[in-house]
């Protein structure tokens, strides 16, 4: 299928910033949607942005204005510029893609997940 590899989490004051980055990797395929999601401890998995491959993105209303998302389709990555951080953005934040790949002769579609990277915004 396709996995995604994020890189970019860490450790940052309130106010700063960070930048995620997600690459997508298989045999032959093809994304439509990428994003991210962020989960913290004994809350629902939440949406925070989305791009499809058109470029048309889609925003967390609790992010806007301080997250940016983009995508390199050549390079099958998708990115989150996270300016302004406060520590409710704290969590574990996940890669997700959406799309189709080529197996025995037919396309097929495909969810992935990454693997999750810790952001972590103190006060």
């Known amino acids: 299928q396709v996995q995604l590899v994020e890189s970019g989490g860490g450790f940052v004051q309130a106010g700063g910033s960070l930048r995620l980055s997600c690459a997508a990797s298989?045999?032959?395929?093809?994304?439509?949607?990428m994003g991210w999601y962020r989960q913290t401890p004994g809350k629902q998995r939440e949406l925070v942005a989305t791009?499809?491959?058109?470029?048309?993105?889609n925003y967390a209303d609790s992010v806007k204005g301080r997250f940016t998302i983009s995508r390199d389709n050549a390079k099958n990555t998708v990115y989150l510029q996270m300016d302004s951080l406060k520590p409710e953005d704290t969590a574990v934040y996940s890669c997700?893609?959406?799309?189709?790949?080529?197996?025995?002769?037919?396309?097929?579609?495909?969810?992935?997940w990454g693997q999750g990277t810790q952001v972590t915004v103190s006060s």
């Open positions: 997700n893609a959406q799309g189709t790949y080529w197996y025995t002769g037919s396309w097929r579609a495909f969810t992935s």
């Open positions: 298989g045999s032959i395929f093809s994304t439509n949607v």
């Open positions: 791009i499809t491959a058109g470029g048309s993105g």
